[in-house]
Structure formats: structure tokens, C-alpha cells
């Protein structure tokens, strides 16, 4: 047998290898892949019970029914003779089906699309002077679960959408759970939580026609941000590359709203919460996400579940810019009530007060990911809200939420919800109660259950709301004055953009104002536009036909932010994924070279060769392959190595793959196809001196930015991998707005 390869290639479906035939054996259930791990096993009121977090698997070598009864067919429902009518009596078949019948539960209206995972939180402790939250004190190690999601889009929606993206984190304290529910956009399209049913009717598809699915790119949601101005900062960053992320570990996390810190001498600090990705934020380019959507719709999420289980685990600095709590909670002329507003970097750095890490899937989807329940509300000693008004009415909403989703008001003791902290509330009964309760007098005060629960004071871990002085007012219904400027940050953040950023933005309202059927809708939005920048309003009429308006208002201009662009700086590689064009024709030695140099980086290799299984002997240093001309394409890659001819292949004919719909050439049209669109995209390539051929007939120059070529693998792969700091070959854009 050849010696195993010692590089871990993703994609594993199960913890044991398949065998070829039906096992017939009775054994214990598989256990969870090492990648796989399952919330603690606490109990229903947060205690310890000493049990593996697999003891909530099933277990036992034989079909049962629910209640335990073993079972000894579930292929053919009882019936009246081999061709009569099945039986009413059929006591396995009702269960059967009627648990089948009843298997969904109302997805969420937004963030329905979602993907998790498990990991750990530690602290470096330099926040330990401005709050007494327990986990922030020094190297507290806290464990974690995260989710991603979509906004718009349902749970069957394409992950690679123009869209806001969620960035919710449930940490299990010994001090009661505190969950940070952020999104990767700092601002919020509405200023008070009474819009949100509004911004998100508009956002859904169409209610006539239910489309289209998981996009901003028609009339309702354009109609919508048009006419309610406030929404032009959001819908700027989401007209930018953040709206479509390379993948959820290149993303950059926000907390949104201000919260507030509370030490341990009672002082208050201000702060905002961000994420930072170790590995960089980085985007896709618009005609690979439209690709990707067709090609891998779970892009994202088998990324995310891929990279943990190739052990390049993603890491994110969780950091705060800090103001002064003051009377009017304004920081450099800027609301820190208003959520549509975020606060430069280089006006208040971002501190990095500690690392999580995400190393474990879930061992299942629907039992974690698709359960956790997230709300701003759960909170803990030393971090409280403040009066944003979004953030006031998320307080209620999330709650209110999770009880219709998850069937009554114990969703907390679904084991992913589960708090890691003893549980000791009075509250009882309701749908899916699983604690049992002691005790006669779930009531304060009380002596027959010897006066339990009993309050806690402040130096023994309570939570203290902070006394907080209101001003003498008038019960109204508006917004204080300084929430009315709603263009002068999406100016800055346009303006913050490189040459390159900036077309991509031009190019993304072109697209969507273009998708609309309305013309009044495009002009309305063109008028907004002039409010928040002449060159993007001047560059977006063209492309649409219009005349570009004038401004109407005089908008402030603020200093751009370089720290808004994600051009210009280099990153760690990684967990990145890098395609390799062999063939039977390839220097083997070089590609299986180039593949350890690689994975030697923490860079995850991909053989792309004609068919299946492997080049050369399986049994003599012969090259595993993981994708074929037929089921490879360039999104799936942050660069390619070109160690073959790539001669036509059997399949390399448009009636078996319609990618090959240029036949008759010396490489294979999805050779050609791969070569080209990584080139348009602005990858690095490199190639070794014997395939240079395949770059000629592939039409790309070899003096191009971002090509390499050579004989010596380590100094190829050298070469690639300074290229990947950089994430794209930027060169290779010519900015149209420079």
C-alpha cells in the first residue's frame, strides 16, 4: 500500500472511511470527525455534568423508534398482504412520518442563511481598566460559538450575494452568556429600530412574484433607500467590495451600536466593537461571486467548515475604540447614538483587547448552527447598552423572535443556548420545559424553600444597570438634530476607497439602479448620489443614460480613512487555496514538491488534472487528484500553478461539459477557461518552464504583473506566496477613476 499523504486535503464526509459494501455487522455509531466538536454537556440550568459533549449523539448498535424500541424493518410500512392497504395500526410508520412532517421550524426573517462554529476566546486583559466583564480580564479563556449568515436571502439562497453579512458571537462566561450580535458593516441602514420591518420588506423579494431571491438589485429596496436618505451610508458600503467577502474568515466584524463599558470602580467608557480577521479583509470580484453562485452556492460556508478541518484555523483580534461617556455621547462632531455613523480609526484607534479562534464544526447543523439564538440583551457584569435607538427596539425584537422560531420561551435550554454558568431564575413551565425544577415557592420573597434564590450584591458578581441622569424632555416622536446629516460618511468612506475600490463601486450601482424598471427610482437615487459625491453620481448617470443632477445640499467633506481600503497591505497565506494544473505529461516529483512547499505554508494545494483518482502510480509516489477539468473552476482558487500541457481531455466536448464549448485547440477549453478568468480576476499564476506553452495558447503575456515562472519549485512557490500577501495582483487593474 503507498504511504499515506501527510497533506490534509478537506472534504472528509465522515470520521471512518466507507466501505464498498453495505456493512452488515452490528457496531457502535461512528464519532464525530476530529474536526467536529458539540456544545458542552451541561445541564439544562447551566451545571456541569462530567458527561463528553458526544453524549447527546445517539448511540446503541440497532434501529430503535424514539422511545427506545428496537426495531427490526423500517423499509416497508405494515399492510394487509404484500399488495394490500397499509394499516392504521402502523405505530413505526406514524412516528416515522409524522416526526419527517414536522422536521422545519420557521426560519429566521433575516439572517436565515447561515454557517457556525465552535472555538475560544482569549483575553489579553487590557481591558481589564475600563470593564469588570470577567472573560475580558487576563488570558480568561472563554469557549465560544459563532454564526455567519446572509441578510436578505433564504436558507437555500447562494451564500455569494451582494448583501450585509452577520457576525454573531455567543460567549459562554462563568458569569452568564454575552452574546455580540454585529454585522461586517459598521452602520445600519435606519436609525431607529421602528424601520426595520420597513428597510427589510423593501429589501425581500418582491411580494407578488417572490423574486428576486437574496438581492438589493431591484425596485422595492432601491424606491425604499431612495426616498429614506438615512440609509445612503450603509447601502454605499454595501455598493463597495465588503458586500461581496471572499469568505467569513477574510471578513471584518462590527458591534455596530455604542455600548458601554462599566469598571470596577463604577467608571463608564464608551466603546464600539470591532473584529479583525488575522488574515486580512478581502473581497471577490463581482463576476466571480456571480459565478461562484453558480457553480458552489455553500461557497462560504464549505470554506469556513474546509479551512477548520485543514486545521488553518481563522483567528480575529477582538478590539474597541473607547470614548468618553459624556453628556452628549457625541465624539468629534459624530452621534454616537446614531448607528447609520461609524468613527474614523485614525481618529479613535481600535485596541485589541484579545484572540478567538474558531476550531470546530458543529457535529450538526440544525442542532447548532440553525438553533443558537442570538439577543444584544444577553449581557453581563461590566458591559451595558446605551439609548441608541436601534439597538433599544433590537432588545425587544430578538426576543420576541426567538420564541416564535424555537416554540416557547425555553430556547435557552436547547443544549447549543445552554449558559455555561449555574442557572437560578424562578422562571418555569412553558413548551419544551427540560429542567426539573425543586422546591414549592418559585416566588420572592418566600420561606418555604428556606428563602431561595437569593439576591446578589454588587461585590459578589450582579449585574448593576448604570444609574444613568435623564435630562428633563417631552414624550415625542422624532430624532435629535444631530442624526440628520445622511451623506457626508458615505462620502467619506467613497472617498477613502483606492482608484480600483472606487470603479467597483461606480460599477455596483450601475449594475443595480440598472436592474430597476422604474426610471423615477434612478433618477431619485442619482439625486442622492450628487449629495454624496459629484464623480460617483457623474460616472453612475453615464453608465445608466441619465443626466447627473446637481447636489441639493451642502454636505460637509471629512478626511478620507485609509484604514477603509483593503488595497495596499500584505497577510498571512494561510488557509488560502491554490489550484494545480497536472496531467500525466507533468513532472510528478515537481508537483508533489510544489504541493509540500505549499502545505508547508498552511496553504491548502488542489490537483486539477483530466480525470479522477490519481496521476502515476497510486502505488509510487503517483499525485492524488481532487478536481477534474469537469468540476473545477477558477473562483474556487486564490492562485494557480500550471504544471502541465493540458492537452484536450476525453470529456472535452460541449455536449458532456459546456464549458468546453471552444474545442479543437492544443489545451482544453476548461484549461483555457480556468487560465483566463484567474488572469481577469487578478490572480497570481505561476508556472513551471515546461508549461509555459499552456500560458502562451491561454493568451496571457508571461511579462504580465503577477506571473512567475521558473524550474526551481521552492523558489516558485516563494514567489506565489509573496504574491498571495497581497491577495490580488492589483497592478492588473487599470483604475477607470484614477
Not at 253 to 264: E, L, P, S, W, Y
Not at 561 to 573: D, E, I, M, R
Amino acid at each position: 500500500m503507498p504511504e499515506k499523504s501527510s497533506i490534509n486535503i478537506p472534504g472528509v464526509p465522515a470520521s471512518e472511511p466507507a466501505s464498498l459494501d453495505e456493512p452488515t455487522t452490528p457496531r457502535e455509531p461512528l464519532p464525530p470527525k476530529p474536526d467536529q466538536r458539540g456544545p458542552e454537556a451541561v445541564s439544562p440550568t447551566g451545571s456541569p455534568t462530567g458527561a463528553p459533549a458526544t453524549s447527546r449523539a445517539q448511540s446503541g448498535q440497532y434501529l430503535t423508534t424514539a422511545q427506545g424500541l428496537r426495531l427490526r424493518d423500517t423499509d416497508h410500512s405494515l399492510k394487509a398482504g404484500s399488495r394490500g392497504p397499509i394499516l392504521l395500526q402502523d405505530h413505526h410508520l406514524r412516528e416515522k412520518i409524522t416526526h419527517f412532517d414536522h422536521e422545519r421550524i420557521p426560519e429566521r426573517v433575516v439572517h436565515a442563511r447561515g454557517a457556525g462554529a465552535h472555538g475560544v476566546f482569549r483575553s489579553y486583559g487590557t481591558a481589564a481598566n475600563i470593564t469588570r466583564a470577567g472573560f475580558l480580564a487576563k488570558d480568561v479563556e472563554t469557549p465560544v460559538f459563532v454564526r455567519f449568515s446572509t441578510v436578505l436571502g433564504s436558507r437555500g439562497s447562494a451564500d455569494t450575494v451582494r448583501d450585509t453579512r452577520g457576525f454573531s458571537t455567543k460567549f459562554y462566561t462563568d458569569e452568564g452568556t454575552y452574546d455580540l450580535v454585529g454585522n461586517n458593516i459598521p452602520v445600519f441602514f435606519v436609525q431607529d429600530g421602528i424601520k426595520f420591518p420597513d428597510i427589510v420588506h423593501a429589501a425581500k423579494p418582491h411580494p407578488d412574484r417572490e423574486i428576486p431571491q437574496a438581492q438589493s438589485a431591484h425596485d422595492t429596496f432601491w424606491d425604499f433607500v431612495s426616498l429614506h436618505t438615512e440609509a445612503q451610508a450603509h447601502t454605499m458600503w454595501n455598493m463597495s467590495d465588503r458586500g461581496i467577502p471572499r469568505s467569513y474568515r477574510t471578513m471584518e466584524g462590527f458591534g455596530v451600536h455604542t455600548f458601554r463599558f462599566v469598571n470596577a470602580e463604577g467608571r463608564t467608557t464608551l466603546v464600539k466593537f470591532h473584529w479583525k480577521p488575522k488574515q486580512g479583509v478581502h473581497s471577490l470580484v463581482w463576476e466571480e461571486a456571480q459565478i461562484i453562485n453558480g457553480m458552489d452556492p455553500d461557497f462560504h460556508r464549505r470554506d469556513l467548515a474546509d479551512a477548520i478541518e485543514a486545521g488553518a484555523y481563522p483567528e480575529w483580534e477582538l478590539g474597541v475604540q473607547t470614548f468618553p461617556d459624556t453628556e452628549d455621547q457625541m465624539f468629534e462632531g459624530i452621534d454616537l447614538l446614531d448607528p447609520t455613523k461609524f468613527v474614523p480609526e485614525e481618529l479613535a484607534p481600535v485596541q485589541p483587547i484579545g484572540l478567538m479562534t474558531l476550531n470546530a464544526n458543529p457535529t450538526n447543523f440544525f442542532a447548532e448552527t440553525e438553533q443558537v439564538a442570538f439577543h444584544p440583551g444577553h449581557l453581563v457584569p461590566g458591559i451595558d447598552v446605551t439609548n441608541d435607538p436601534l439597538l433599544q427596539v433590537r432588545l425587544f425584537s430578538y426576543l420576541d423572535t426567538q420564541i416564535s422560531r424555537l416554540g416557547g420561551p425555553n430556547f435557552g435550554q436547547i443544549p447549543i443556548n445552554r449558559p455555561q454558568a449555574p442557572v437560578n431564575d424562578m422562571l418555569r413551565d412553558g413548551m419544551h420545559q427540560q429542567a426539573v425544577h425543586g422546591g414549592v415557592a418559585p416566588y420572592r420573597p418566600n420561606s418555604l424553600d428556606g428563602g431561595c434564590p437569593f439576591l446578589a450584591g454588587q461585590d459578589m458578581g450582579s449585574f448593576i444597570d448604570v444609574p444613568e441622569e435623564l435630562a428633563a424632555s417631552i414624550k415625542e416622536r422624532r430624532n435629535p438634530a444631530s442624526f440628520d446629516d445622511h451623506y457626508s460618511q458615505a462620502g467619506l468612506f467613497f472617498r477613502s476607497l483606492s482608484p480600483v475600490e472606487q470603479d467597483h463601486v461606480i460599477q455596483a450601482y450601475t449594475f443595480e439602479l440598472g436592474k430597476c424598471y422604474e426610471k423615477s427610482i434612478r433618477e431619485r437615487q442619482l439625486a442622492a448620489l450628487a449629495n454624496v459625491d459629484a464623480g460617483l453620481c457623474a460616472a453612475v448617470a453615464k453608465g445608466l443614460g441619465l443626466p447627473a443632477p446637481a447636489a441639493t445640499e451642502q454636505v460637509p467633506e471629512s478626511e478620507p480613512s485609509p484604514a477603509l481600503s483593503q488595497v495596499g497591505k500584505t497577510w498571512p497565506v494561510a488557509g488560502r487555496i491554490v489550484g494545480i494544473l497536472a496531467d500525466e505529461g507533468s513532472d510528478l516529483a515537481a508537483v508533489n514538491a510544489a504541493r509540500k512547499a505549499l502545505d508547508a505554508e498552511g496553504i491548502v494545494p488542489l490537483v486539477i488534472a483530466p480525470a479522477a483518482g490519481f496521476l502515476g502510480s497510486e502505488n509510487d509516489g503517483g499525485v492524488p487528484v481532487q478536481r477534474t477539468y469537469l468540476t473545477a473552476r477558477s473562483t474556487e482558487f486564490d492562485a494557480v500553478i500550471v504544471a502541465a500541457a493540458a492537452a484536450p481531455a476525453p470529456d472535452a466536448a460541449p455536449g458532456l461539459d459546456a464549458k468546453a464549448a471552444a474545442p479543437g485547440g492544443a489545451l482544453d477549453p476548461r484549461a483555457v477557461l480556468l487560465l483566463t478568468e484567474a488572469f481577469r480576476h487578478a490572480k497570481a499564476i505561476a508556472s513551471l518552464d515546461s508549461s509555459a506553452a499552456a500560458l502562451k495558447a491561454a493568451g496571457i503575456p508571461q511579462d504580465a504583473p503577477g506571473i512567475v515562472s521558473g524550474k526551481e519549485v521552492e523558489a516558485l512557490i516563494t514567489e506565489l506566496t509573496g504574491l498571495l500577501e497581497a491577495h490580488r495582483v492589483w497592478e492588473r487593474f487599470p483604475a477607470a477613476s484614477a
